[in-house]
């Protein structure tokens, strides 16, 4: 609810996997948003100008009515991203960033992925399901961020 105004009513996985809008997306976890606009649309796939990040490839899980020219949020889930040292795959989307800070938690992983041209770090979660899995990541080296083009949720900008 947003000052006794309902959002969306569904179950908490819907909730935190399919938001219908910006706020409901907000109101469990922790999610990175992006500004962009719908360059076109082939068979499934959005094809989005997000500016800083490029253009990326979008196989919304929500039903929200998008047309080419509208402006819209990206949003990725920080455990929905990975970071690498070597570009993506033909699967996924990348933008190449700098980490900024990294935290260990034992049973994951926070790091916070500075890109040229966007205000705040873009947030990282990975599991830590192996000895060492941030060995060789040091904050201010040269990452790719990755995604996959069915991880974020595509919203009509407000």
Not at 77 to 104: F, H, M, W
Request: hydrophobic residues 35%; proline residues 7%.
């Amino acid at each position: 609810m947003l000052p006794g105004k309902v959002l969306q009513v569904n179950t908490s996985e819907r909730l935190y996997e399919i938001p219908s809008t910006r706020k409901a997306a907000e109101f469990i976890g922790s999610m990175n948003f992006f500004n962009g606009h719908v360059e076109a649309i082939e068979n499934d796939t959005l094809l989005i100008d997000a500016g800083p990040l490029g253009r990326i490839r979008v196989i919304p899980g929500n039903e929200v009515s998008i047309r080419p020219g509208d402006a819209v949020s990206v949003g990725v889930r920080p455990e929905k991203l990975s970071i690498g040292d070597q570009p993506p795959g033909k699967d996924c989307n990348g933008v190449r960033g700098k980490l900024s800070t990294s935290a260990y938690f034992g049973d994951r992983n926070h790091f916070y992925i500075e890109i040229d041209g966007l205000e705040r770090p873009v947030s990282v979660a990975t599991q830590n399901d192996a000895h060492h899995a941030g060995a060789g990541v040091n904050n201010s080296s040269d990452v790719w961020l990755q995604w996959t083009v069915r991880g974020p949720v595509v919203l009509p900008h407000s």
